[in-house]
């Protein structure tokens, strides 16, 4: 005996089980979210953490009612079989105690025999020896057959039931108790007399016991037997199948997603999807994050109208996609923290050309000059190209990369400037990420968690980064600040005089083509990122961030606690006097002045470059040469805002309150004209056109008084006279080129470039 507990106890014991379990996915509160079933084919759930009272009541009443006492067997039972079975000439009671069917289920269900019977009992000892009876349960709940492809108490309970064990009546823990001792002759599916006469003798006898009052017991009878098998949730399949991707399957995994969210936010999508459908747009993906802690709160994969022809199955979250122009705030936020920028300096937009890249903002207009901070929420690509050249691609790219943007993985060679316009590509998991890290960096706390991954399970905690966020608090205000004056969607008129829509940043994007309509949006607890297009790639006319993007990412911020406005970081941020007219660092002639907290990184931009001190006759329409006329009744001073040529072309146009540079009465130092196309240094790639030659060169520039006249030549060839509008149209050959503009005063411009003609 000495030996045989020994050996059971202490001797090498192999897994008792194998069977691959289906994945399943909880949400924080541990209620079910989705499921897989296993490889096998079965609906095998991994063991969880307790068993509900109710159902051990009455398992252990029909199958065991002295588990808790012996040592895997009990010989009464097995004295009252032996006799039983013999009056009845065949086997009807095996006496196997719940560790001995748990011996013969981790054997693959032996046929019934004497040498199998012991060898059951061997087991069973060994069993109870080595492990405690809560775990001994546990796991014959975790592999008990329920009928048909059912493993197990969870799966059972949900595929019968359609709920978790928790909730299961009395009259449902007794169905489900009596069903492992003959799953394949009486489950619900077959067998149903059989089946409900068991499962009532067993309420009988919990009455008999006291477990059971006499309502309880009235009531369990009468309840029917479920007719079919139920559906398990999948309220976030998409999530399940990536988690499952990425090393969790066959694990019970406790996810950070609310439930009562996730459910919100696929109405929202599904009340979205007609109208998506609408125009032949077939797919669109959501995330919702917290912002202090980066979790995962909602988790729409795809739309749950999207089938197997419009690649339903396909988690969008994850798919790498164009980013469109939602990588400007972070080139925005670098250029002001670098003293690159200042927030609301005058930028140029003006036809600007690349050696053939030749950016167009997205209402083919330019402004001539506009406010950076405007430029990016308005989303305007001319001046985002124009400040990634100027910043550099290699130093954007590091700083994306660190903000957790790991696929804009390519070289700065193979982006190129395009890289700011939708050149690159990302995923919604990464974007809404990084989005939320803007914020994060905002908030107090440790600022090595600032910047971070999001995170989708329980057991995951925000990484401690070696470094600093590398956006300062400062550069990151300001930008969400520029953010937060972007104009919303027509569904959204009149936003503005809503509290509640205050504290959201937000940015669209929309890719080459329209095949991504991107947007995303922050508060200081909230980061909602949304994403409609084709899987494929289709493109479709009006899919925009803006129009298919952003009512959905407001509908959703709708159903969201309100959010509070970001604390400026006055610790990081100098009072400077700034510009009012051209918003840099004012100047000594400049005139409004505003003193503004910003940057402090501020201090190291230059002053404003298009305010100057002029003189100027009484009436002010003619400069004047202080040798000419003195500083009385015949000429005063002015501080006086004018812009370059070419910017000032486009900028008239939008102010009616912009007075151009009055003229000088005799000669004067300044160049009243731009080139506008092409840039001096510029080149040029003709392509060929459609009936096999090549494409024409406008040229155009842009002079400071309206009724100038602008003589061209090229190479020394005289090509013409413009009045006014000053474009030309030519013809020209390869090689480098010298363009001169001459006007009527003899004022001369003088522009290099150089010609490619692209070959068949």
Known sequence: MVFLIAWAKWSPMDPLFHDPFSTVLLDRNGDLLAANVAPDGQWRMPPGDTVPQRFITCLLEFED???????GIHIPSLIRAFKQNREAGRVVSGGSTITMQLARMSGGQRSRSMWNKVKEMLLALRLELRYPKQMILSEYLAHAPFGGNVVGLEAASWRWFGMRPQDLGWAQCATLAVLPNAPSQMHPGKGRQA?????????????????????????????LLPDEPHSLPQKA?????????????????????????????????????????????????????DVPTGEVLAYIGNLSAADADHAGAVDIVQARRSSGSLLKPFLYADMLQNGERMPDQLVADLPTHYEGFAPRNFDEHFDGAVPASQALSRSLNVPAVRALHEHGIERTLRLLRAMGLHHVDRSADNYGLSLIVGGAESTLWELTGAYASLARTLLPGDPRTAVHAPVATMDNMAPLNESAPPLSPASVYHTIRALQTLNRPESEAGWQHFENSKGIAWKTGTSFGHRDAWAIGITDHYAVGVWTGNADGEGRPGLTGTLAAAPILFSVFDILPQGH???????????????ARSGFRAGPDCEPVDSLWTIAEAARTAPCPYHQRILV???EDLRVLPHCCGTGDNGHFVNWFSLPPAMEYFYAKSHVGYKPLPPATIG?????????????????????????????????????????????????????????????????SKGPHRLTLTDQ??????SRFNVERVEK
Request: aromatic share 6%; net charge negative.
């Open 237 to 289: 399949q998409h999530l399940l199948g990536t988690l499952q991707f990425q090393g969790h399957a066959g694990q019970r995994i406790r996810s950070t997603v609310d439930d009562r969210l996730q459910e919100q936010v696929v109405r929202i999508t599904d009340r979205f999807a007609p109208i998506l459908r609408a125009n032949e747009v077939h797919n669109a993906a959501v995330l919702v994050l």
């Open 65 to 71: 009612r002295n588990f808790n006492s012996h040592l």
């Open 195 to 223: 089946l409900r006469a068991k499962r009532d003798r067993l309420l009988d006898r919990l009455l008999a016991s006291g477990d059971l009052d006499s309502t309880s017991w009235s009531l369990a009878k009468e309840e």
């Open 668 to 732: 004067s130092d300044d160049t009243p004209m731009d080139m506008i196309y092409p840039e001096n240094g510029a080149q040029l790639f003709i392509p060929f056109q459609l009936d096999g030659t090549h494409s024409s060169v406008v040229l155009q520039a842009a002079h400071r008084h309206a009724n100038a006249q602008i003589n061209w030549d090229i190479d020394g060839q005289y090509l013409g006279t413009t009045n006014s509008e000053h474009t030309l149209t030519v013809d020209l």
């Open 617 to 619: 006759n009484a009436s």
């Open 565 to 579: 406005a970001f604390d400026p970081p006055y610790d990081a941020m100098v009072r400077m006097p700034v510009c």
């Open 745 to 750: 005063r003899g004022r001369a411009l003088h």
